[in-house]
């Protein structure tokens, strides 16, 4: 299911920021040579995702979920050249191919990426952390939102992907939109954060640490 008209979302994307060139070509080989490729953010996230960064001033970043690179490029974008994200897969494969993009950006020395499962790699980096982006295991999301709440200083922001799941979460029967359907309540309800949830793309919830 689309939210936002495809149109609607080409113009939205025209009227933002033009994207630096190295997105489109990992847009393309992503497409090209990768399973699963709409599992990218693409443009309309991408440079939403950066402006949050700008805008909560985050230094130090951690994404769950890496891919091909996409979001991680964004994100890294955003922060302070001094900034550091920290990129967390199990993928050495579509990890390799971000790596080559975040090596040719000018703002890839900000990116780390740590193979692993990334409950692992959140407790051993330990935070704090002003921004995380969560995009990875659908059954993991609570978790994750629970190791990074507590690493983060009052005003860090967790962006989540795919909270509406193609709008499975209305009636959920397979196992991702359970997950997703309990994550939502869990986030809504948890007196530590305020959020707001975007119906655009496939869902994104934007949730901030309270003081
Ligand atoms: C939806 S994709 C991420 C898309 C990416 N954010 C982008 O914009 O291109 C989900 C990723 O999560 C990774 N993943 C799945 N389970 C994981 C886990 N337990 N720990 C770390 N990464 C995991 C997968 O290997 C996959 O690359």
Excluded at 30 to 35: F, K, L
Excluded at 75 to 95: K, S
Excluded at 141 to 170: C, F, K, Q
Aim: proline share 6%; charged share 25%; aromatic share 8%.
């Amino acid at each position: 299911m689309k939210f936002v008209p495809e149109d609607i979302e080409d113009y939205a994307i025209a009227h933002s920021d033009t994207l630096p060139e190295l997105y489109e070509r990992l847009r393309e080989e992503t497409y090209r040579d990768v399973d699963m490729a709409r599992m990218q953010v693409g443009p309309m996230e991408g440079r939403l995702l950066k402006m949050l960064v700008r805008l909560c001033g985050a230094k130090r970043a951690i994404e769950i979920g890496t891919f091909t690179g996409y979001s991680a490029l964004s994100i890294a974008e955003g922060l302070p050249d001094d900034g550091t994200l920290i990129c967390c897969d199990i993928n050495p494969e579509t990890t390799a191919i971000a790596q080559r993009y975040w090596d040719e950006a000018p703002w890839g020395h900000k990116i780390r990426l740590v193979l692993g499962p990334a409950i692992d790699t959140i407790v051993a980096e330990g935070g704090p952390f002003d921004f995380a982006f969560i995009d990875a295991d659908k059954a993991g999301y609570r978790g994750y939102h629970d190791a990074l709440i507590e690493r983060m200083p009052p005003g860090g922001v967790i962006v989540s992907d795919n909270v509406l799941w193609s709008g499975t979460v209305l009636n959920p029967e397979e196992d991702s939109a359970v997950a997703l359907a309990e994550y939502n309540q869990y986030v809504k309800a948890d007196p530590r954060v305020e959020q707001v949830m975007l119906p655009i793309r496939d869902g994104i919830t934007i949730a901030r640490k309270l003081g």
